[in-house]
Each structure stands twice: as C-alpha cells, then as structure tokens.
C-alpha cells in the first residue's frame, strides 16, 4: 500500500477511536483539568495499556523498530524544551477544550470553536518554524541541555522493558480500578462507549497504523509542515506543496470524523458543539498547543499515547508538564 495512503488509512482509524471515545468534547477536556471528570485520563490509560503491549510487540518481533521520544532542549537544561512545550499545550488545553489531535476532530465534527482552534495551531506552526533558527543557535551556543542519560525508564534502570511493560500493566488498571468512582458529569449514556473501552479502541488503532506504516501515532508535526510551506510561499518559494505523511494522517483523522458527525452519530456531535469557547480564545489557545507541540517534540498523541508507550522518560516529562500546567490554568481561570 502507498505510504501516503497508508498515512491516511491509519489516520481515520485512529479519528474514529477518538470520536468513539468522546474525549474531542471541548467540555471533556476542560472538565479534566478542573479534575471534576476523568474521562479523558481514563481513555488515555486504556489508550497507553493497550498502546504499550502494542507497541513491544512490535518492536520484539521486528516488525518495525519503535524509536522512543527524545529529549527537547533549547539549551537551558536537559529536558526544558519538553518541560516549557508540554506547560504550553497543556495551558492551550485548559483555554480550548482541544488538544493538537482531537481539534482535527472537532473540525471534521462541525464544532465552532475547532476551525478557531485549528487556525491558530496552523499559525503555531509558522511561528515554530520562524523561531527554528533562533532555538537552534541558542541551544548550540549554550551548551547546557544536553544529557547523556539513557533515553527509556527500562534502560535507565538496567531491567528488561517486559518487566516494565508488566509494571505499567499493572499501574494502569490500578489507576481505572481507583477512578472508576469518579463518574463527573458525563454518564455511560451520553458517551458511544465508556472511556475505558474507548482507550482499548485508541490502543487499537495504534496498532493498526504501526502495521500500515512502520511507526507509532503523532498529529503535531503537520502543523510543523503546513507552518514551513506558509514559510515558503510567504518568501515567494511554492515548489514544494505542504502534503505530507502528517498532514495526509491528519486528513484522515478530519476525514473519519466528518463522516461520523454528519452521517452516523450527529447528535454526538451536536452536544459536543454545546461548549463555547471564544474565538479569540480559540486562536491563542491553539498557537499556544502546536508552538508548545513542537517544542516538545510530541503532543498528547505521540507524547501521551505513543511514547509512554515506550517509557521514553522525554515523554513523561512532557505529559507530567501538560497535566500540570493544565490544571493550574483551569483553576486560575
């Protein structure tokens, strides 16, 4: 199969599991970092679980070698690219409702604030790519962000990842065992499926993608490639046009959702469009999430979902970074 169409393939699995699994709802997301619903954090265990067992599977049987996350720096210190770019989508989160994958949702959806939201992202992305050059020199003329720590929590401690894969097992089905009391405001009947079993669908289409195209799931970098072709069309350069690998799993993820929205499940997407978010806010909430994703290297996709499945330790750090900010945000707003 084509890469390009493989991209594409993998991209509408993976926007239909997170359509399944609601947690596009501006009102999910925000709800979260008030920490009055865990839907989201429930999704996104099942989600790393399954992803997890996946993802080794993959890497063991040398299907396809799953790389881990690497460390961000802008030369401060070791780890502060993922620090200040995951505080940065996680504050993006807290004002839009949207994250840098499910605002693809929300746009294919219909929602409002999503086509706000994803401007702002495309606009992240040109600020990203301006600013490069300036973080490159930075970090080079520093010379203080480099580490030479290994690159995985298994590594760091000397122990085989399957023993740690069996740990994060565990860890995960105690975290739902222990939130399954904390219902929020959503209940089973306005959600397709339960968070958890919408985790299991997100897993899933994990590895359905690592199947179609040798690697793990990421939206962030097609906000990257369409801010370089800006870039480029800006200073009269338009020979290159911006589809890529990304932006074309990306399309499918808009794709899978549109058909959701309007054809099969509309009334899903009508209560998703209840929450109003301003369109100011919306627009420097999304440039906020995609400068933060590229600085970080990865968002909620491939930090949160993709690599925590490979106990990259860059990604825990960037998702301990999103949660953190998030939280502080939603409870100074």
Same mark, same amino acid.
């Given at each position: ?22 947690? #596009?709802?501006?009102? !999910? ?7 009055? &619903? ?11 679980? *399954?992803?997890? =067992? ?14 881990? %996350? !690497? ?30 994958? !499910? ?48 690159? *995985? ?28 009391? #904390? ?20 897993? *899933? ?6 199947? =179609? !195209? ?16 800006? %870039?480029?069309?800006?200073?009269? &350069? ?11 799993? &990306? ?43 590229? =600085? ?14 490979? #106990?990259?330790?860059?990604? =825990? ?11 502080? *945000?939603?409870?100074?707003?």
């Amino acid at each position: 199969m084509p890469s390009l169409v493989s991209e594409y393939t993998a991209g509408t699995l993976f926007g239909a599991a997170l359509f399944a699994a609601r947690v #596009f709802a501006p009102s !999910t997301i925000i709800a979260q970092m008030k920490l009055e &619903d865990f839907t989201m954090v429930k999704a996104m265990l099942g989600a790393s679980a *399954t992803s997890a =067992l996946f993802v080794h599977l993959a890497d063991s049987t040398k299907l396809a070698p799953m790389k881990p %996350r !690497t460390p961000q720096s802008i030369g401060f210190f070791p780890y502060d690219g993922n620090i200040i770019g995951g505080s940065m989508i996680g504050i993006g989160m807290a004002l839009t409702g949207a994250c840098p994958g !499910t605002v693809f949702v929300q746009a294919g959806a219909g929602l409002p604030s999503g086509m706000y939201v994803l401007g702002g992202g495309i606009l992240g992305g040109l600020l990203f790519v301006s600013t490069q050059p300036s973080i490159t020199r930075s970090r080079e003329s520093r010379g203080s962000g480099k580490t030479n720590s290994e690159l *995985t929590i298994p590594k760091s401690l000397g122990v085989s990842p399957w023993v740690v894969l069996a740990m994060w097992e565990i860890m995960c089905l105690g975290m739902l065992q222990l939130l399954s009391g #904390f219902e929020g405001s959503m209940t089973a009947a306005q959600s397709l499926v339960s968070p958890v079993v919408g985790g299991l669908l997100i897993g *899933t289409a994990q590895a359905c993608a690592i199947a =179609l !195209t040798r690697h793990t799931i990421g939206t962030s970098s097609a906000f990257e490639d369409v801010g370089r072709w800006l %870039r480029n069309v800006i200073s009269g &350069d338009s020979s290159k046009g911006p589809i890529t690998a990304s932006v074309l799993f &990306d399309a499918g993820i808009v794709s899978a959702s549109a058909l959701l929205a309007r054809f099969l499940l509309p009334a899903a997407a009508a209560q998703a469009s209840s929450h109003s978010v301003s369109r100011s806010t919306a627009v420097i909430g999304g440039v906020a999430m995609a400068y933060g994703a590229r =600085l970080a290297g990865g968002c909620t996709s491939g930090h949160g979902i993709s690599g925590l499945a490979t #106990f990259s330790w860059a990604s =825990l750090i960037s998702v301990a970074s999103m949660f953190a900010a998030g939280v502080l *945000t939603a409870a100074l707003r």
